[in-house]
């Protein structure tokens, strides 16, 4: 079993009371989902945040300047994780993340998990700098948010890049 250790840091994260059991649930899912091997106590933070701190932490650790949906900040690598039960944090900005909703037309909910999954996916190992390392990171998203009931994210780029 997984602790999934919840901090809302911004009050507009009022607004989704049931944040940290969709967490605990999308994160649950992926493990099994994944079938990576966990340390029997792994530990995992989530930091419920806002765009001007989540801009802070990503010009900080990643020299990008700009406000974004998720960052990850894995403290083992992928072939260590049995080894400690802290994996590291996932920090979730409220304000992108709803305005990406708009754009997208997706449920806050739903792509909060889809965001959860994929910041998760980073922790274990997985990332999306390479074509084929970012299928199968989708594919095991789109697995996972399947078994949370919860639409492919991915379904109008695919069609974009059927019609390219």
Not at 111 to 127: E, K, P, R, S
């Amino acid at each position: 079993m997984i602790v999934v250790d919840v901090t809302a840091e911004c009050a507009l994260w009022q607004e989704m009371p049931e944040a940290e059991l969709i967490a605990l649930r999308a994160i649950e899912k992926t493990v099994e989902l994944s079938k990576v091997n966990l340390h029997q106590d792994a530990e995992v933070g989530i930091l419920l945040t806002d765009d001007r701190q989540i801009r802070m932490l990503n010009a900080k650790w990643r020299n990008v300047d700009k406000a974004t949906n998720v960052l990850s900040f894995p403290i083992l690598s992928s072939d260590n994780l049995h080894s400690s039960p802290l994996l590291g944090d996932i920090g979730l900005a409220f304000e992108t993340i709803g305005r990406e909703c708009k754009e997208e037309n997706k449920s806050f909910s739903d792509h909060f998990t889809h965001l959860v999954v994929h910041g998760f996916l980073h922790l274990i190992g997985y990332d999306h700098e390479e074509n084929l390392a970012a299928e199968a990171m989708e594919a095991v998203e789109i697995e996972v948010l399947q078994a949370l009931n919860i639409s492919n994210p991915y379904a109008d780029a695919e069609l974009v890049d059927l019609i390219d």
